[in-house]
């Protein structure tokens, strides 16, 4: 089998590169990535390697004739970029158009794609008791990263459709992936970063001092708007699982759509709680005001671009037992395990100079 994965140097598209290349039946992982590939992937033969830009045509040819029977997409600009926004459409959409057309075209087997939940929408209407299903639709019109995943959600289906069908597509809508490769390798610094006390970043981003590091340093509280504010987090472990079980599986669905997220959620006292802060009571407005001032005194080297506070005020809440209804899939890690356990396949990131053990099952 050959298997193509895009954003393969980043968080998800390297754990799949990784993993996937131990399995026995996997001929070849062709990885794709703007980026160069990453040290821990460095002496893995399996894997080879396209430096290209999904959006611009080249990459095809590079992967060559013999089409890879599942493609991966996992590439996507996630931090909005202040100044070059076209760009970054054309990276997330137009990539997807691209990659679309090669597959339907190309007789690609299965095609999976990771949307998000956050296509849902935060909205003031939003509880804790309603949870999204799969067929609720995507509301979110203004924050950048909900809205082009849902445009390009959009896009494979009616592509899928005018499609011969022979091509497989599932679309994962996974909630907030954590686990210790996202702690300790990836040196992530979303908002949630600011929370998080030292034991629980790797040692090398303790190292670094960035504007992130300095307001983790200086905030004191976790600011709380709203009561019925929680996070969803899927364990990576799961994640990989979930892709293997479609990869690798022998599913008869032609298209589907999952929520990926295990039952449970972690209100916002919950999290302060974890993370040893004070709690810091505040106004949606506020909340805006804030992240306003920050996206623009910083050039949006702070990631609240906009319509980001609503996801800090309103919460979103799955169903993600479709894929255990319709494949038996068993969620290993609950949403409180994920965020702060360090166990899994990449428990050995929280030390230094340790190899990497364990297949997928």
């Known amino acids: 089998m050959r298997i193509l994965i895009t954003g393969a140097a980043g ?9 996937f290349s131990r399995v026995p039946d996997v001929q070849e992982i062709i990885a794709i990535d703007l980026l160069p590939r990453p040290g821990f992937l460095q002496d893995n033969k399996k894997i080879r390697w396209i430096e290209q830009d999904l959006s611009a045509d080249g990459w095809q040819g590079k992967v ?5 029977e599942v493609v991966v997409h996992c590439a996507w600009q996630i931090r909005d970029s202040y100044i070059f926004d076209k760009k970054q459409y054309r990276q997330n959409v137009v990539a997807v158009e691209k990659l679309s057309s090669y597959c339907f075209e190309g007789g690609v087997k299965k095609l999976i794609y990771f949307s998000t939940i956050s296509s849902y929408g935060a909205f003031p209407t939003n509880t804790t008791t309603h949870r999204f299903i799969e067929n609720d639709p995507p509301r979110e019109k203004e924050f950048r990263y909900g809205v082009q995943k849902k445009e390009a959600e959009v896009f494979l289906k009616k592509r899928y459709l005018a ?12 909630a907030t992936i954590a686990g210790p490769r996202e702690r300790y390798m990836m040196g992530k610094k979303g908002l949630v970063y600011m929370l998080r006390p030292d034991e629980q970043i790797g040692l090398e981003h303790k190292k670094r001092f960035t504007l992130m590091t300095l307001l983790r340093r200086l905030l004191f509280a976790m600011p709380i708007a709203s009561s019925e504010w929680c996070r969803q987090y899927i364990h990576e472990d799961d994640v990989t699982d979930i892709v293997g079980l479609l990869v690798f599986g022998k599913v008869v669905d032609r298209y589907e759509v999952f929520n990926i997220s295990p039952d449970d959620i972690v209100r916002a006292d919950d999290m302060a709680t974890i993370f040893g802060r004070k709690k810091l009571s505040v106004r949606p407005w506020m909340v805006r005001l804030a992240f306003a001032l920050a996206w623009h005194v910083t050039w949006g080297k702070i990631p609240t671009s906009r319509g980001g506070w609503r996801f800090y005020c309103y919460p979103i809440a ?7 209804r319709k494949y038996h899939f068993a969620y290993q890690y609950s949403s409180r ?3 702060t356990k360090d166990e899994g396949r990449y428990a050995f990131a929280k030390m230094e100079n340790v190899i990497p053990t364990g297949d997928l099952p």
Do not use: N, W
């Open 163 to 174: 499609s011969d069908k022979k091509t497989q597509v599932f679309i994962l809508r996974p």
């Open 64 to 68: 060559g004739v013999d089409i890879p």
């Open 11 to 19: 968080y998800v598209g390297g754990m799949l590169a990784d993993q």
């Open 337 to 339: 395990d994920a965020l």
């Open 318 to 324: 799955v169903d993600g037992s479709k894929i255990t």
